[in-house]
C-alpha cells in the first residue's frame, strides 16, 4: 500500500525553525519527484518546494526561497523539509505528495498524497 506520513509540525515562535519530515511507505521515494505544498482554511493549496527523482534538482516557490530546503534521504526513505525564519504568514497545514511525471505546482498533477502537519507560527 502506498503511503506518505508527513511529520514535524508545531507552534513555533516568528524566526524560529521546523524540520518537516515525509515518510514514504510502500514505494520508493527516490524514483518519485516529492512535492511539499501548505493550504490555510479557503485557500488553494500552494506548492512551495519540490525534490525531482534521481538526480534530485531541487525547486522553490519565490515566497520560500532562501528560508526552506527540500533533501531527501534514500536510507531513510524520507523526503524533508527545513523551513527557517518562520513567519505567521507560514501557518498552514504541510502536504507532501508524490508524482511520477514531473515536479509541479500544480496539486491536481500528484498521484499520492500525506495526510497533512500543522505549522503554526505565532508569539
Known amino acids: 500500500q502506498v503511503q506518505l506520513v508527513e511529520s514535524g509540525g508545531g507552534l513555533v515562535q516568528p524566526g524560529g525553525s521546523l524540520r518537516l519530515s515525509c515518510a514514504a511507505l510502500?514505494?520508493?521515494?527516490?524514483?518519485?519527484?516529492i512535492g511539499w505544498f501548505r493550504q490555510t482554511p479557503g485557500r488553494d493549496r500552494e506548492g512551495v518546494s519540490c525534490?525531482?527523482?534521481?538526480?534530485?534538482?531541487?525547486y522553490y516557490a519565490d515566497s520560500v526561497e532562501g528560508r526552506f530546503t527540500i533533501s531527501r534521504d534514500n536510507a531513510k526513505n524520507t523526503v524533508y523539509l527545513q523551513i527557517n525564519g518562520l513567519k505567521p504568514e507560514d501557518t498552514a497545514v504541510y502536504y507532501c505528495?508524490?508524482?511520477?511525471?514531473?515536479?509541479?505546482?500544480?496539486?491536481?498533477?500528484?498521484?499520492?498524497w500525506g495526510q497533512g502537519t500543522q505549522v503554526t507560527v505565532s508569539s
Open positions: 505528495a508524490a508524482d511520477r511525471i514531473q515536479c509541479s505546482w500544480n496539486p491536481r498533477q500528484y498521484d499520492y
Open positions: 510502500g514505494f520508493t521515494v527516490d524514483y518519485f519527484h
Open positions: 525534490i525531482t527523482s534521481g538526480d534530485g534538482n531541487t
